[in-house]
C-alpha cells in the first residue's frame, strides 16, 4: 500500500470503493462545519517541544481498567463495513490482534459480536441502546459471554443525523442488511420477529431499524444498564461537562469525548475543543478517551497531552480496510505507531505517561 499520508489513503480508497460507499464513510452532517472544525481546531494547538531530554527510548504504553496496552490507539466502532470490503470486521480484527491495539466493535456489524470474537484480541463492545430494552440486554448478555472487556454505550445518536450526501445519494447501507450481524443472530430479537431473518429477509431488516434508535433513551436507562452488568461502561459521544459528571454521579467507568467524526450534530463544538474542560471536570477520577480528527501522530500527541488517555481512530483504518483488507488496517496502524514515536521523540517525549498542556500552545 505504501501510503503514508492520510489524504494519499482517502483517495485511494475513493478509487476503490464505489461513490455513494466512499461517500457515507468520508461525510459529515449538514454542511461538514463541525468535520471541518474536528482538523481545524487540533490544528490551533501547536507543539513547543523540549530539548535534551534523553527520548533513546520512548514507552507507548497506557493502562485502562487494570489493564495494559502497548500503544494510546483503540480502533472506533464502525457500523456497515460489509460495504467496504468483504472481510469486513473480521479483518479489521485480526489486524488489530497482530498489532496488539484493541477493537470496539460496533451493533451494527455485518458479522455477529460472536464471530468478531472468534478472530479479535482485545475487545469492548459498542452499545445502540434498543428501543426494547430486551434486546439491549441480550446484546450485553451476549457481549460478556464472548469475551467482551467493557460497553461503550454511543449516546450521540438518538437519531441519525442530517445527512445531506446521503440523503442525495439515497444511501442508507443499514437498510441492506449491511449491519444486521447482531440484530439477526439475537435469540430476543428472532423471538419477536417470529421467522427467520433468512426467510423473510425485507421484513427483518425493516423491524431491526425500528429497534436501532432510541430516542427515549435517558439517564435512568443508563442507570437500570448499570445496575445489568459488571463490565466496564463508558458513555462515547459526550461533548459537555455537565454529562461527564453525570456519568460519574451515575458510577460509569469512563467516557469518550467524540462528535461521532462530524456525521451526527452538525455546528456542535470540536471534539479538541471540547475535551480540557471535560478533562478539568472529571479530575482524573476515570478515563477520558477521545476521537474525532485523529490522522496523524501529531494529533494524537496533542489529545493526550491535553488530558487524553487514548484515542480512537476512525476512517483512517476504514480506508485502509477498503485498499487492502486484513493487511491495510495493519499497515495504517503500524504507521500510526510509528508517527507517534518520531513525533513524541521529536517533540522531546520519552512516554506517553509525561505528556501534559505545558507542551502546547494554543495559536
Ligand atoms: C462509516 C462510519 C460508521 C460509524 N459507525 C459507528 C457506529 O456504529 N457506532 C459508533 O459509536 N460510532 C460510529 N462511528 C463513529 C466512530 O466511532 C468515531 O467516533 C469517528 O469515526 C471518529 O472520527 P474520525 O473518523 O474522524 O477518526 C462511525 C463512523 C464512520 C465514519
Ligand atoms: O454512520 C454512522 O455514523 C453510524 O454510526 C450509523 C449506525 C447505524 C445506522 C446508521 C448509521
Redesign the pocket.
Known amino acids: 500500500m505504501k501510503l503514508f499520508h492520510f489524504t494519499d489513503l482517502e483517495k485511494k480508497a475513493e478509487s476503490i470503493l464505489g461513490s455513494h460507499p466512499f461517500t457515507?464513510?468520508k461525510s459529515g452532517s449538514g454542511d461538514e462545519e463541525t468535520l471541518g472544525d474536528?482538523i481545524a481546531d487540533l490544528r490551533k494547538w501547536k507543539i513547543r517541544p523540549k530539548f535534551l531530554q534523553d527520548v533513546s527510548k520512548r514507552d507507548l504504553s497506557i493502562s485502562l481498567f487494570g489493564k495494559n496496552y502497548k500503544t494510546p490507539y483503540l480502533l472506533?466502532?464502525?457500523?456497515?463495513l460489509g460495504i467496504v470490503h468483504p472481510e469486513a470486521e473480521l479483518a479489521v480484527s485480526r489486524a488489530a490482534k497482530q498489532v496488539g491495539v484493541p477493537i470496539?466493535a460496533?451493533?451494527?456489524t455485518s458479522v455477529s459480536m460472536e464471530e468478531i470474537a472468534a478472530e479479535a484480541g482485545d475487545r469492548w463492545f459498542?452499545l445502540?441502546c434498543s428501543s426494547d430494552m430486551d434486546i439491549t440486554l441480550s446484546f450485553i448478555r451476549r457481549a460478556e459471554q464472548a469475551g467482551y472487556g467493557a460497553i461503550?454505550i454511543?449516546v450521540?445518536?438518538p437519531a441519525l443525523g442530517f445527512r445531506a450526501s446521503d440523503l442525495t445519494n439515497q444511501y442508507a447501507p443499514f437498510k441492506l442488511g449491511a449491519?444486521s450481524g447482531n440484530y439477526f443472530s439475537d435469540p430476543v430479537f428472532q423471538k419477536k420477529l417470529a421467522c427467520s431473518p433468512s426467510k423473510d429477509f425485507q421484513r427483518a431488516v425493516d423491524e431491526q431499524l425500528k429497534h436501532l434508535f432510541a430516542p427515549g433513551f435517558s439517564w435512568e436507562d443508563v442507570a437500570a444498564l448499570r445496575m445489568a452488568t459488571d463490565l466496564p461502561i463508558l458513555l462515547?459521544?459526550i461533548l459537555h461537562p455537565s454529562d461527564a459528571k453525570k456519568a460519574m454521579e451515575f458510577e460509569l467507568d469512563g467516557i469518550?469525548v467524540?462528535?461521532?467524526?462530524?456525521?451526527q450534530l452538525d455546528g456542535c463544538i470540536s471534539?479538541i475543543a471540547a475535551l480540557p474542560a471535560i478533562v478539568d471536570e472529571v479530575g482524573g477520577r476515570i478515563p477520558v478517551l477521545f476521537?474525532?480528527?485523529?490522522?496523524k501522530g501529531a494529533d494524537v500527541v496533542k489529545a493526550l497531552a491535553l488530558g487524553a488517555d487514548a484515542v480512537?481512530?476512525?476512517?483512517?483504518y476504514?480506508y485502509g480496510l477498503a485498499i487492502n483488507g486484513e493487511e491495510g488496517v495493519k499497515e495504517v496502524l503500524d504507521n500510526f505507531i510509528y508517527d507517534l514515536d518520531a513525533t513524541m521523540a521529536t517533540a522531546g517525549v520519552n512516554a506517553v505517561s509525561a505528556l501534559d498542556r505545558d507542551l502546547l500552545v494554543r495559536t
Open positions: 457515507y464513510i474536528n472506533a466502532p464502525v457500523g456497515n470496539i460496533s451493533t451494527v459498542q445502540y461503550v454511543t450521540d445518536m449491519a462515547k459521544g469518550i467524540s462528535n461521532h467524526g462530524g456525521r471534539s476521537d474525532s480528527g485523529i490522522r480512537l481512530l476512525g476512517r483512517p476504514v
